[in-house]
């Protein structure tokens, strides 16, 4: 059973009111929700167009036959009612970031096609209204021709009022829609930051690194790549928690950025971070590097709740220059061999080459 899509992939041609009664129904039982009307009109749009945003967002969020969440649902733009009872999804927790930055945009995606079909909606009940504009001014002719002036008169008043009110009331929906499609752009253009971006550390992600070794690497500028690891990082974990742990991440992550100041630094995941030096060569890269390591090996942590020491931090780094037409790969490949290095000649150490 997977969410949406099991019903939606149901939706065929010419189904009858009764079918998508149906199965609007079995979408309502098998996430568990009550039949009030948000719910009902939350499914309805889900199974009106089971190959449309909505129905794929949906379907992202339940595969593995999870049920959706009432964060999924408000999210995605439904509304929860006062009787509806939901259950959590399982696998993707409050606190979990990803989790909800994958929700967040499922839920802007969504938004944005209602946007544009809301749009579409617009232009079509302006341009009808303005047909029938045409229509009654065409009709109404023969009759001003043959009626006295006066009458003529007030009959082109009525229908040019009538139509200054519909041009008022379109204005009035197209300042809504171009206000509310202005916030959107703003939420799309903050996503998409947000997907760049470590929640923990705010660093850049290793998408947004991939981004911006393709964008140098294209401008021949001359490049090196650093591989970090903290070193015997499980160890923090273990003996003090992962709070502990992230708030040592958050340190490396702050050492770094002031190290290696002029320079992206970002998190490639877990413990390990990646530094891109732009026009900067190998030896001054691996020296930047390793002054920064020994300011971080000379600090003497301690827990902020207990002031107990938690000891030396260190890490490891392995450092490589990029060739002209050097992929990103090859270089991480080199920058991943010397990190290992670095680790096997006792850690707390920087390797070039």
Not at 79 to 85: D, E, F, K, N, W
Not at 176 to 192: F, G, N, V
Not at 280 to 306: F, G, I, N, S
Request: proline share 3%.
């Amino acid at each position: 059973m997977r969410g949406a899509s099991a019903a939606a992939r149901c939706a065929v041609a010419g189904d009858t009111s009764a079918g998508l009664y149906d199965r609007i129904g079995a979408f309502l039982a098998q996430h568990h929700l009550s039949p009030d009307p948000a719910h009902y009109a939350f499914a309805h749009r889900v199974l009106i167009d089971a190959g449309g945003p909505l129905a794929q967002a949906v379907e992202s969020l339940t595969e593995g036959g999870v049920r959706l969440s009432a964060r999924d649902i408000e999210a995605l733009g439904g509304r929860i009612g006062a009787l509806g009872r939901t259950a959590r999804v399982p696998d993707a927790p409050a606190n979990d970031p990803v989790a909800e930055a994958r929700v967040k945009a499922d839920g802007l995606v969504a938004q944005t096609q209602m946007q544009v079909e809301g749009f579409n909606d617009m232009v079509e009940a302006m341009r009808a209204e303005t047909e029938h504009f045409g229509r009654d001014l065409a009709a109404s002719a023969d009759a001003m021709r043959a009626a006295p002036a006066a009458s003529g008169i007030e009959e082109i008043a009525r229908l040019t009022g009538t139509m200054l009110d519909r041009v008022r009331s379109a204005e009035e929906r197209l300042e809504a829609a171009t206000h509310e499609a202005s916030q959107l752009r703003e939420k799309l253009e903050e996503a998409r930051g947000d997907a760049r971006r470590d929640p923990l550390t705010d660093l850049p992600n290793r998408r947004a690194f991939e981004e911006a070794y393709a964008a140098q690497a294209a401008t021949d500028a001359r490049l090196c790549v650093a591989m970090v690891d903290i070193d015997l990082f499980k160890d923090v974990n273990d003996r003090f928690g992962h709070s502990v742990g992230d708030r040592v991440l958050k340190a490396i992550a702050d050492a770094l950025l002031q190290g290696c100041a002029g320079h992206l630094v970002a998190r490639y995941g877990g413990e390990e971070f990646v530094i891109l030096f732009a026009d900067t060569d190998l030896a001054t890269a691996a020296a930047t590097l390793d002054a920064t390591r020994q300011a971080v090996a000379a600090k003497r942590y301690r827990l902020r709740e207990t002031d107990v020491p938690l000891g030396a931090v260190t890490f490891s780094a392995g450092v490589a220059e990029a060739e002209p037409g050097t992929s990103l790969g090859s270089v991480f490949g080199r920058a991943d061999a010397l990190l290992y290095r670095a680790k096997n000649d006792g850690r707390n150490c920087v390797r070039h080459g």
